[in-house]
């Protein structure tokens, strides 16, 4: 039994081999298919991962834990003249072991009048570290942000927002001049880059203005300005006593931001009698982020699998005129005594090595898109400069990225599409009248 097995299977691959042409059309569709489906799915998580890269950029993997005046604090305004709030600077340690967390920026900020000569700004003072430019996605446009060594050494310098850059010098250079804050000057060493304003975050934070900001070191800030900020209003003088405004916290990974939150409001529960605090999930960017991947790999897997079954349509339609070709081949083989279930096999047989045959090649010829896909960008680049500009980012900077669970799916979902559709045609094979195909011309 099993040698006559083999000998089917032998008779069926042969038979390919008498067609080469249309066996090779066959195994065509079937490695289009598979190579679609591979190419596909590593374009959309090239293009998935830059979105969900650009989306991280904008603080999904961010917790913000902010300075807030409880509410008891706030009744009766009439009567407060002092108040005391917020994160302390101890507090910093405690949060740092959490071990979901990567790294923190502190901030410090306040309003204060500065002045430059006759001119006043109303500024945003924004104590700082290095790190806050790159969070913020602040540009340099003239000499540079505020470095580590200005931090260490409480420097006194400051780097101005484009529109205080302007009322302050509208017509000289302002690298090298001196503001004044409190009647302490601040030398200039930067000015940035116009920078719009960004939406709060689902809600639940104001959206952020940077047209008044004035960017000074954190330790100078605590040296030469200090916790204590008092307001003069109508006659009536008012203070408050922060020692940080703001710390963002960059967790590892998406999925550990909601966890870490809830560990950072455990951790300040612990360390502060009031509700002086607030902890702020990027939820809206978070989900974003979660849809976004699935969404590219859905549609660009429905677009494959389409392909796919079109692959084997043909197969179908190529073994159904097979079939008919060799009407009289299989009333011959009946005659010499085999039987249906042998014509079943043998033309099984042949649309199996059809579909393994393109499925291999197709395999192939997936590995090669991530660089045939970065070729032609680097080509419509340096030929079409204008029309790749006018691409959204995630498509100039995409790079494909073969899924590997891409690979058995589609050899298998490949094998599976030519055995349904090869089922048909052996059937209809092996049901013929042996009398009536010996009779076929």
């Known amino acids: 039994m099993m040698i006559f097995q083999l000998r089917t299977w032998r008779v069926g691959i042969n038979s390919l081999f008498l067609h080469p042409l249309r066996s090779l059309l066959t195994i065509l569709g079937i490695f289009v298919g598979v190579a679609s489906v591979i190419w596909l799915l590593a374009i959309s998580e090239g293009i998935s991962l830059e979105a969900q890269r650009q989306i991280e ?80 996605k602040l540009e340099v446009n003239r000499g540079e942000f505020i470095s580590d060594i200005h931090v260490s050494q409480r420097s006194n310098v400051c780097a101005l927002s484009s529109e205080v850059a302007n009322r302050f010098f509208p017509a000289e250079n302002p690298l090298g001049k ?29 959206a952020q203005d940077f047209t008044s900001d004035i960017y000074i070191p954190l330790k100078t800030f605590w040296q030469r300005i200090g916790d204590v900020v008092l307001f003069q209003t109508a006659g009536s003088r008012t203070g408050e006593e922060v020692q940080l405004s703001q710390i963002t916290f960059q967790v590892e ?42 969404m590219f790999m859905v549609f660009m897997g429905l677009i494959a699998a389409v392909t796919l079954v079109v692959g084997g349509i043909g197969i179908m339609n190529i073994m159904l005129a097979t079939v008919t070709e060799r009407t009289r081949e299989i009333g011959i083989r009946r005659a010499l005594g085999a039987k249906q279930n042998d014509i079943t096999r043998q033309f099984l047989t042949e649309t199996v090595v059809l579909s393994v045959g393109g499925g291999l090649t197709g395999i192939v010829g997936g590995l090669f898109c ?24 995630a498509v100039q900077n995409v790079t494909p990225t073969i899924v590997p669970w891409s690979i058995p799916l589609a050899f298998g979902i490949s094998v599976i599409v030519g055995v349904i559709f090869g089922i048909y045609p052996a059937i209809r094979a092996a049901k013929m009248d042996p009398i009536e195909a010996l009779r076929h011309e």
């Open 253 to 294: 990974s998406i999925d550990e931001v909601v966890s870490t939150a809830e560990a950072i409001e455990r951790t300040m529960d612990k360390l502060h009698k009031t509700k002086d605090y607030a902890v702020v999930v990027p939820l809206e960017l978070l989900e974003q982020a979660r849809t976004t991947r699935l």
């Open 57 to 136: 950029e904008l603080g999904a993997r961010n917790v913000i834990l902010r300075s807030i005046l409880p509410v008891d604090e706030n009744s009766g305004d009439s009567e407060i003249l002092f108040v005391k709030y917020g994160i302390k600077r101890d507090d910093v340690e405690a949060l740092l072991q959490i071990e979901s967390v990567k790294d923190h920026i502190l901030i410090r900020e306040t309003k204060r009048e500065a002045h430059y000569g006759a001119v006043t700004v109303e500024g945003h003072i924004v104590a700082c570290t290095p790190e806050y430019r790159e969070m913020m």
């Open 370 to 393: 991530p660089t045939f896909i970065n070729y032609v960008r680097e080509w419509l680049s340096k030929e079409f400069p204008d029309m790749m500009a006018t691409l959204p980012s």
């Open 178 to 206: 001196a503001i004044r804050i409190r009647d302490i000057p601040y030398v200039v060493i930067g000015v940035m880059e116009p920078r719009t304003a960004m939406a709060g975050i689902g809600s639940s934070l104001a």
